[in-house]
């Protein structure tokens, strides 16, 4: 028996893409994964601009992970020029991407994948019989926007990082004002955790190789280190020594691989997986109630880890808030040099990856961006090509959505793919 899915104009993902996949006797024997993003052409936009345009610019490759392009282009631009950001003003952007993740987290995990979980076409019909649930997922979503607005400026395409610090910084009082919605948020997301975990969860299990960035006792929002469960463990500066990226005549992006072509997976997962230690208890303890507390190897488990993720977000901003005294200028100052700067974040969906080269003016001279979904285009193709056959004997129309599941698993942005 054989038969051809092809599913045109992905729906629920960010961007344009399709998936064309043959299956035959039960074995997927062609997937192509396909971004049709028209390319944005972000790395030679950026060449001759200064390096404090940069946060601004390569904010606009994406709207829903703008704060995490700002904070990995200020950090490349900082090491190119010798300075390392610490104290209130490190701590501010910690507190900002909390709020981008909270965003972002509760966005997927509501509007985006829960209606794959219970059967509806979107969130608008699943709010019929789940309203309490979608509109929860909303104020979630608004509390983290909140954060982002009150420090970033607006909650979309912040207008207040700079490479240095800030332009302005927020007042005691003013973060002190947010305590009460992100008590609240806490517990709507110990919520969403327990009613994710009753979702029905396809039974699969790849042995997959993770990788995020570290930071020596704090769950990863940004790092200087990108570390994997099979050894890897390197410097931030020496990525391009171990990935490269190639091109398929099928995907307007970029697919990343090891260095001996092996193809990984960036995202909650990995952050998960790598970094259970150093979870808040509280998230621990709701990790543990969901039954994947010791780590887990099953892609549809993304939904509840990102309702992990957000809990930890939640009250890493809390604390953040308690422990801030405002800096004594809102931005260190950087001297511009010639030099090359590499800087990463930990976008809600995985690791991106920022290098410049700049010249004695401070001009880029040339640019490398490797967002997150760049890098797991290979390991969705993978996913599908071992979990389709399992489901081989589905409907065609259920075998279609067991395929947009399994790609919504990694929330990929397309527009992002195609800088």
């Known amino acids: 028996m054989s038969s051809v899915i092809k599913i045109t104009g992905l729906p629920r993902i960010g ?35 200064h390096a404090a345009e940069l946060p601004d610019i390569t904010a606009r490759i994406t709207s829903l992970s703008s704060v995490s392009c700002m904070i990995a282009a200020c950090h490349a631009v900082e090491e190119a020029c010798g300075i390392r950001i610490d104290g209130p003003l490190r701590q501010l952007r910690r507190l900002i991407q909390c709020g981008e993740w909270l965003e972002n987290h509760a966005l997927h995990i509501y509007m985006l994948h829960a209606p794959d979980f219970l059967g509806y076409k979107d969130a608008v019909q699943m709010a019929r019989d789940h309203r309490d649930a979608v509109e929860r997922g909303l104020r979630l979503k608004h509390v983290g926007g909140e954060i982002v607005t009150l420090i970033g400026g607006r909650s979309m395409h912040p207008i207040n990082l700079r490479v240095g610090g800030f332009y302005k910084v927020p007042e005691r009082a003013e973060l002190a004002a947010l305590k009460g919605s992100l008590e609240w948020a806490c517990d709507a997301c110990a919520k969403t955790i327990e009613w994710t975990a009753q979702f029905p969860m396809p039974h699969f299990e790849r042995d997959y190789l993770w990788v995020c960035l570290q930071n020596d006792g704090e769950y990863p929002l940004f790092g200087q280190r990108v ?32 260095h001996d072509n092996a193809i ?6 990995a952050r998960f997986n790598l ?4 979870l808040t208890p509280r998230a621990r303890q709701a990790a543990h109630a969901t039954g994947i507390g010791a780590g887990t190897r099953n892609p549809f488990h993304s939904i509840l880890v990102r309702g992990i993720e957000a809990l930890y977000a939640c009250e890493e901003a809390l604390r953040l808030i308690s422990a801030y005294e405002p800096p004594p200028q809102p931005a260190e ?7 090359v ?14 290098r410049y080269r700049f010249d004695a003016q401070g001009l880029v001279l040339d640019a490398k961006i490797v967002p997150p979904s760049t890098q797991n285009q290979g390991i969705i193709e993978e996913d599908l090509r071992t979990f389709i ?14 395929c947009e ?7 990929p942005c397309l527009a992002c793919a195609t800088h």
């Open 15 to 49: 961007g344009e893409g399709s998936l064309f996949l043959k299956l035959h006797n039960r074995r997927v024997t062609h997937v192509e994964f396909q971004v049709q993003e028209p390319p944005r052409l972000f790395e030679a936009l950026v060449r001759g601009r």
């Open 227 to 258: 570390i994997s469960n099979r050894g890897l463990d390197i410097a931030l500066r020496d990525y391009d020594r171990h990935f490269h990226e190639i091109c398929l005549p099928y995907s307007n992006a970029l697919h990343s691989l090891l």
């Open 264 to 269: 990984f997976s960036v995202g909650p997962l």
């Open 275 to 278: 970094n259970l230690d150093k």
């Open 333 to 339: 100052k950087v001297e511009l040099q010639a030099g």
């Open 341 to 354: 700067g590499h800087g990463a974040a930990e976008a809600p969906h995985g690791l991106l990856y920022h």
């Open 389 to 402: 056959p399992t489901v081989a004997d589905a409907a065609a129309s259920k075998l279609r959505l067991h």
């Open 405 to 411: 599941q399994a790609i919504r698993n990694y929330a």
